[in-house]
Nanobody, 123 residues
Framework: QVQLVESGGGLVQAGGSLRLSCSCA??????????MAWFRQAPGKEREFVAA????????YDGDSVKGRFTISRDNAKNTVYLQMNSLKPEDTALYYC??????????????WGQGTQVTVSS
């Protein structure tokens, strides 16, 4: 069983920054055995992959729309994954979800999800 709780969302002006956090509580496996990812979904749009990070933190993947602006990281001692978002644009407005999967890093196939945190970027 894996429980994920996101925080850090809010309202920010275009060009600003936010850092999202996702705290993980998992039974049976250590946090570093899970690849972690962030996804987002804007109203009326499909869910979109944002970024992923391997269990050790040594491998990361970024979605095309956020490359060079967003950075995913993790602190395995704190069971937490982060998403640093810089140079935010109005089109980044969405509900941001944290997700986890046991094993290798991927951009899809994440069975565990948090409830989401809202990010709104004003122009």
């Amino acid at each position: 069983q894996v429980q994920l709780v996101e925080s850090g969302g809010g309202l920010v002006q275009a060009g600003g920054s936010l850092r999202l956090s996702c705290s993980c509580a998992a039974s049976g496996r250590t946090f570093n055995s899970y690849a972690m990812a962030w996804f987002r979904q804007a109203p009326g749009k499909e869910r979109e992959f944002v970024a992923a990070i391997s269990g050790s933190g040594g491998v990361t993947y970024d979605g095309d729309s956020v490359k060079g602006r967003f950075t995913i990281s993790r602190d395995n001692a704190k069971n937490t994954v982060y998403l640093q978002m810089n140079s935010l644009k109005p089109e980044d407005t969405a509900l941001y979800y944290c997700a986890a999967r046991a094993g290798l890093i991927k951009t899809t196939d994440y069975p565990y999800w948090g409830q989401g945190t809202q990010v709104t970027v004003s122009s």
